[in-house]
Every structure is written in structure tokens, then in C-alpha cells.
């Protein structure tokens, strides 16, 4: 057994057995060890730190021996061949573990990685799942470690580049919900009736912090108002464009929602419209919807929102076999007829009502009654109790406590998470007036995907260092 | 026990039991019965056409009665309250059974469907999931079932609708291939070099028939060459609308290959490129790819492509612990850098290697090694055998038997199944020439996605009658 401790950037180790005491040169200190055989210990640093470790319990001095480097960060580092990672013992007193082959695969030199593409130029090719670390040494000032490969390439890894790319459970979750901006969804109800974050326009598309803050917005609550735009056509694509790139569709890249009279699409009637999921009939929905009321009819045209994470939650809690039977019924939508745009076209897709991630989060909802096909590929045993869930869910988008509804005025887009946030409308008192007069009210929208979004918002937070 | 036949459009029934025989009006036949007790006998029409069905089993005359509707089409329609199904027997003597609320949902009146939209226009909340058959009838003609509901609305079906509507599993699963698909896809290997399907670009874009079986062969084979286009810019555009629209990215609606002095992509380089899925690092990765070849150099450049159905395919059967690492550990892409169509962009996304649909078909693979993070979110444990299986479904695809070669001339445009058909290409021997001077070797690239791909294919199958 042996006690380590260090002063002056020097190692001593004490063999507790045989209370033999031996000190290693500066920079890489040499552990006598039988491989394989292991004792977490407490060392102390000349700084007066301490930090529990790993040390190797010895037989025999000097007769088998491992390399145990340290550094002035109280870093250190031990080459396992057995389970063939570097396990490296940090400051707060954590050993991370990175297996071989991933560090020669993720090594950063320029033989290996594009600094200008950002991208990893090593070949699969090249890659030999069997690589070993025949030396590696910790640089005393930095901490960063140099392995050298047994095919002879040298890599180097920054100690916080390690950190950061860590193997634990922990930091794994956290790296997901960081990079996937999964974390801090705020659910609402009823009481966002007034309370709908605004934006100002020229705000938003001329202020980083401002688009920061509104992309952020519809990520955490799913809805916004962006207000004072011009009341043109072609200001969601000057908002999409300032975001990244409209998603285009077969309606094209904008649609014009008014009412007409030999409507191709459910939104281009005067009726009431149910709330929906736009575009559930496509694999990949639309991210983010814009609306913009270019005018506003002066009687009806509500919007009515419902927050379907909130609604599905509700049920998750008040009835977990109608959420089973939502979140794994696969149900069919399709959209067909002829468009300028595209000519005719027959678009059809398919998913759960609720989507969930691996973890139980949601991926969003897909809903769409005038969307959804007339057949149903469920079981016909299965079809009613399928019935009872879904009218439960579509029941709760409209209850009192879950309703928000906003008339908007001239010069306002709202903007809402599509796969997320339910939108519908109550019925327009449309005056068609005379032939070639314009409709009373006519909302034009637009898509941003979320890929699009995300990556957005992602750089800002990067320049903006949040 | 009942014995039932038909003769100039009457029924008549027998009581086995009693020999009692009884005879019921034209067009509606009452049959006493007990209901939930059935019975299959055969039937005979005045045609003289026979079929099997269910008849009630009678313990007393008229003390039950449910009511049997027959029509000349040999159809016999059964209301059941105890589902809350209509059971239709068909001529083929199966049974094909409905649920009421699936019925009357399903109802394509001018109030619950709007045939101009052709979407559904009943909303949720008018929909009773108790809803009941209080009376039906059959046509006689036509075999058309009219059913009046409990809550007075009245719904007519077709005979042929309702057989597409089928609940049946077989039904159902033909159906699903039918709609998406799914059915058909050819896998290849090294045979089809000198053989990728060939399609001429004028013809495409203004022969449906072409263009059709342009379509089906990318869905089948995955891999096509449209030759005799323009060799310009925009040709890609071109193709693209005249399918249905372009699928916009960080790069914008098309790309442009050549080597560049500062690559921003791992493409633009002059380097061999490992065979991969584009934009990886999207949630919806680009479901087909055009690259238009403009100019070619006169060294180097070649194309490869793989099968990555047949490659995963052929792993699955030869080592399935593989297989399974593959379709099941979720890897993560990146993309960072700065484009002048959206400035900065962190594009990040997800997916398994493998991607299978619930029935175990292919959905997509998503492979790039260029693309691939630098952190591997598994185990420390578990990363050394997923590489293992990564590397060997890498070798796999340049395997001499399954990889495919093609040198594309100008004019010629290389389309293929983005999520299916990987590819890569041979280092360039670019000449940068003189400053100022064009590029040797120059592509244009654009994508379509599947969702609007499949859209064109479905509505010229309908147009075509194929």
C-alpha cells in the first residue's frame, strides 16, 4: 500500500507496508505498481489541495510499474491497457475515462482535424479500433496531455477540452440538454390570455440581444407577438431571413390566409378552423409559424392557442392509458390538390398525436383534424378507445383553463412553436364585397424550421456568451 | 340453427331445428336472432352466386331480431351495438367490420367534409364517441350503405370506399406500403457500376411518363443520371420545380462544389471525401441530391457511392450484435461556420446510424464522418464496441463488391437517395490556376426533400393510373 503526497511540484510516495519513502523527478513522477491493481487514496498538493485517487497498490517495488503524471493543476493521468482508456483524476476529486479509440479519433491536430471546416479529416479508413497509448506525458504548466500512439501519431488534448467531452452520466445529460437547447420549457395555460410575450419588429431584426431573446422565447414558451412591422407582404420572409432561411412548402414559401370562395385548404374558408399542427401531413413539420395580419376583419378571426405539451402533460397525469394510447398510436394525414407552386400534389405523413424523446420529453405533437386521413390503421378493437383519448386531448386544448385567444392587429406576426402550440381561429364574418375587392382580412405566413432556428440561436448564444 | 338462400332478390330462412322456413320483403330482411350468437353458413343469391356469412343462431323466433341487409352485390350488413360495429360481408366472404365512431367521423357529406379542401370539416367537439347506428339501409344497386346516427345525421358509404377502408391487418398493411412507398426498393452492390439507371433531362422535365419513372427509379434504386442538361448554374432549380420545390440549407437553395483555398466544408476541399449522408447535422436530413457537373477535372474527382440499405442489410445478417449497436446508439453531427446566406450557424443533430420503422424497414441511415462530434454520448464501456461495428459498416461500403464508381461528365447530373445511397469521392488534382481563374472542377448541388418528392410520385401515379 502506498501513500502519496506532493510538495513543490514533487511527489513523494510512502509505502505504508513498508514505510519506504521515495520521491519522483519534476513533471512525471513513476509509480511502482502491479497493473490492474488499484487503491483510492487521498493526495495532498504543495498548494495544501487535497483530492482523492487512484493509486496502484504495489507488491513489489520497481518489479512492475505504470506512469503517474502530474501537474500543478492537481491533475492526474494513468494509461490502462486492460480496459484501454486514459483515466484522468480532475480537481474536484472525479476520475474521467476516455477510451482509446475515441481519443485517436477525436484528435485535433491538422493532419486529423480542418480548423477552417471545423470538421474531422481523419479517415474511418485510417482509424484502427485496437490503437494504444504506448506514451503520454501531462505538460506541467498547462496540464494538457500528449499521448503518443502506438502507430507513432502524436495528439494533444486541452485538460478543459476534456472536461468538456467527459464519458459520466451526468455530464453527458447535460451536454445533450445544452447542445440541444432541451432545458427550461416553460408549460402555460389559460393564464398567458393577456400576457403573450412582444417584441418590437426592427428590434428584433436589427438587435442580436433582442433576436436572442425572442428565439430564445419561442424555444422556452413556444408563442410570441412581434409587433410594429409593416403592414406588407413579404415582412416574414425579411423576419425569416433575418433568423436564417423560410422553410418552403407546396403552398410556396409564404401563403396567403384569406378567405376565398372555392377554398383549396381548410384555412382559406370563413369557417371556424380547429386547432391544429400546421403541415402534419409532412415527415418533417414546420418548426416555427409566422402569421402576420396584414388586416384584420372586424368581426371574428380570433386566433385561439393551446399549448399541446401542457395539455398532454395534464393527461399524462390525469390518465396515463389515454397518454400511452396518444403517444403510441400511429394516426395518418395527408393534404392533396393542385397549387400553383408545385402543380398537383398529394402530400401524406404519419406520426403519433404525442411525440417523445428517449427521455420521456416531448418532441411534439402532431394534430390535424381536417388533415388527419379517413383511415385508421389501428386495430378495430383498438379504434374507439383511440377515439376517447384523442377527443379528451382535443377537448382539453379548448377548456377554459388552457384557452389563450388573440385577435391581432394590423402590423403584428405572432409567432408559434408549430409542433408544439395548438392554433386555430373562430369563424370570420367575411364581407367578400364586390368583384376584384380585396377580403377583409388577410394574414400572410411562413415557416422557419427548428434545424434553422437552433442553429441561430445557438451562434448567438455563443457571441453573446450566454 | 338457420339455413339462409336467396332467390329473385328475396330471402328466404330455414330453422334447422324447426324446418320452419320464413320469407322477408325486398330490400331490408329481418332474421330473428339472438344477438352475439352467430353462426357461418353459406348463402346463395338468385345469381347463383354463393358466399359465406353470419347468420344469427335463433333460439325463438322474432323474440330477438337484428337486421340483415341484403343487396345484389351479395353484400350483408350487420349493425352490432354490443362493438359499436357494422360488420359488412363481402362478396369474397369475408367479414369486414367498422366502428361506429370511425364511421361517423369518417362521413363525407358536404357538412363533414369539404370537397373542395378534400379535407375533413366535422370538428372534434361535434364527435360523440357513443355515438350509434339507430337504422341503416343498403342500396340495392349500388350496395352504398346509408346510416342514419343516433343523433340524426345521416352518412352514406360507398361499398368501394369502405373496402379501402378495411380494418383487416392485411389490409392495413397494404395499404400503409401502398401510401408510403414502401415496397420494392432494390439493394445493390458493385453490379451496378456501368449500370446506374440513365434519364434524359429534357424528357424529365417535360414528359410526365418520364418523369414518373424518374421518380419511382430514385425511390427503388435510389441512384440515377439525368444527362443532356445545360451546363450551367441553375439547372439544379431547374430540375428541382419542375418536381416540386428546393430544399433550402445553411449553404442556401443550391451549393456549389469546388475547390477553395479556405474550405468552410469538408467538399470544398480538394481532398478524397469519405463516403457520408449530407447536412447529417439536420433533424430532416435532405431526402434526394442533385450534383450537376458543370466542369470536371481532367484527374481525380471520381464519385462513389454505396448502398447503405444493402450494406446494413448484409451486416444484419452476418453479424447482428453490430446491427444492433448501429440502430441503436445515438451519434451526434455538427456543422459551425459562417455562410453569406445566414451568417454564423451551429447546425446540430442526432440519430442512430441505422434508422429503422417500426416494422424493421430501412427509414435512413446518417453517416458522416466529417460531420460526426467530437463527443460521443455512450458509455465509456460501450464506445469501443460501437466503433468496432462503425468501422466495419465503413469497410463495408468500399468493399470491392459493393462500391460503385462514376466520373460524371459535364451536363450530367448524379441524383440519389441522400438518407439511403452514401457518397464520397477521389481526391482532385485541382490546378488553381492563375488568380482569378475559374476552378477545374466545378458541381452545382441542390436538394428535394422526400416529403415533397413522394408528393409528385403519388399524384402522377394517380394521373398516370400506374
Redesign the interface.
Known amino acids: 500500500m502506498i501513500r502519496t503526497y506532493a510538495f513543490a511540484r514533487t511527489l513523494y510516495c510512502r509505502s505504508v507496508t513498508s514505510s519506504q519513502i521515495w520521491k519522483a523527478p519534476k513533471g512525471v513522477w513513476r509509480v511502482p505498481c502491479c497493473p490492474g491493481l488499484y487503491q483510492n487514496v487521498n493526495c495532498q498538493l504543495d498548494s495544501g489541495k487535497s483530492f482523492a485517487t487512484e493509486i496502484p497498490i504495489c507488491k513489489e517495488r520497481d518489479a512492475h510499474h505504470t506512469t503517474l503524471n502530474m501537474c500543478p493543476h492537481g491533475v492526474q493521468v494513468r494509461a490502462d491497457e486492460n480496459?484501454?482508456?486514459l483515466h484522468v483524476a480532475l480537481e474536484d476529486g472525479n476520475v474521467a475515462?476516455?477510451?482509446y479509440?475515441?481519443l485517436r479519433?477525436?484528435c485535433?491536430c491538422s493532419e486529423c482535424h480542418?480548423p477552417?471546416?471545423?470538421?474531422?479529416?481523419?479517415?474511418?479508413?485510417e482509424?484502427n479500433?485496437d490503437v494504444k497509448a504506448s506514451a503520454f506525458q501531462v505538460d506541467p504548466t498547462t496540464g494538457d496531455i500528449e499521448v503518443t500512439w502506438d502507430d507513432g501519431h502524436v495528439s494533444t488534448y486541452q485538460l478543459d477540452w476534456l472536461k468538456?467531452?467527459n464519458?459520466s452520466?451526468e455530464a453527458?445529460r447535460c451536454?445533450?440538454s445544452d447542445?440541444?437547447l432541451k432545458g427550461g420549457k416553460k408549460f402555460w395555460g389559460a393564464e398567458l390570455n393577456g400576457n403573450i410575450p412582444r417584441f418590437d419588429f426592427k428590434e428584433v431584426i436589427s438587435d442580436n440581444e433582442q433576436m436572442y431573446r425572442f428565439l430564445d422565447t419561442i424555444r422556452v414558451t413556444g408563442i410570441a407577438v412581434v409587433h410594429n412591422a409593416p403592414q406588407d407582404t413579404g415582412v416574414v420572409v425579411t423576419l425569416g431571413n433575418a433568423i436564417?432561411?423560410?422553410?418552403?412548402?407546396?403552398y410556396?414559401d409564404t401563403f396567403q390566409v384569406y378567405t376565398r370562395p372555392?377554398?383549396?385548404?381548410?384555412a382559406?374558408?370563413a369557417?371556424?378552423l380547429?386547432m391544429h399542427t400546421d403541415l402534419s401531413y409532412?415527415?418533417?413539420m414546420p418548426g416555427v409559424q409566422f402569421l402576420h395580419c396584414i388586416k384584420q376583419s372586424n368581426m371574428g378571426g380570433t386566433n385561439q392557442f393551446a399549448d399541446g405539451y401542457y395539455a398532454a402533460e395534464n393527461i399524462r397525469k390525469s390518465n396515463l392509458a389515454a397518454f400511452n394510447l396518444l403517444a403510441e398510436t400511429?394516426v395518418?394525414f395527408h393534404?392533396?390538390?393542385h397549387d400553383q407552386?408545385?402543380?398537383?400534389?398529394?402530400?401524406?405523413?404519419?406520426g403519433t398525436t404525442i411525440q417523445l424523446d428517449?427521455d420521456g420529453n416531448y418532441n411534439h405533437v402532431r394534430i390535424s383534424?381536417?388533415?388527419?386521413c379517413?383511415?385508421?390503421?389501428?386495430?378495430?378493437?383498438h379504434?374507439?378507445e383511440w377515439?376517447?383519448a384523442?377527443?379528451l386531448l382535443?377537448?382539453s386544448f379548448?377548456a377554459k383553463e388552457n384557452m389563450v385567444e388573440y385577435k391581432m392587429e394590423p402590423g403584428e406576426i405572432i409567432c408559434f412553436d408549430n409542433v408544439r402550440v395548438l392554433h386555430g381561429r373562430s369563424a370570420i364574418f367575411a364581407n367578400f364585397g364586390g368583384e376584384g375587392s380585396l377580403p377583409e382580412r388577410h394574414l400572410e405566413g411562413a415557416y422557419v424550421?427548428?434545424?434553422?432556428w437552433?442553429?441561430?440561436l445557438?451562434?448567438?448564444r455563443?457571441?453573446l456568451g450566454r
Open positions: 480496459t484501454r482508456m475515462s476516455f477510451p479509440i475515441w479519433d477525436s485535433l480542418s477552417s471546416s471545423r470538421s474531422r479529416s481523419l479517415l474511418m479508413a482509424l479500433v468538456k467531452h464519458f452520466a453527458r451536454r445533450l447542445t440541444y436564417a432561411f423560410i422553410r418552403p412548402c407546396n410556396g372555392d377554398p383549396k385548404n381548410a382559406y374558408t369557417g371556424a380547429e409532412f415527415d418533417y400511429v395518418d393534404d392533396m390538390g407552386h408545385v402543380g398537383d400534389y398529394l402530400q401524406q405523413s404519419r428517449g383534424n381536417h388533415g388527419r379517413d383511415f385508421l390503421n389501428t386495430d378495430k378493437e379504434a374507439r377515439y376517447k384523442y377527443i382535443y377537448h379548448y424550421d427548428w434545424d434553422a437552433n442553429s441561430k445557438r451562434s448567438l455563443e457571441e
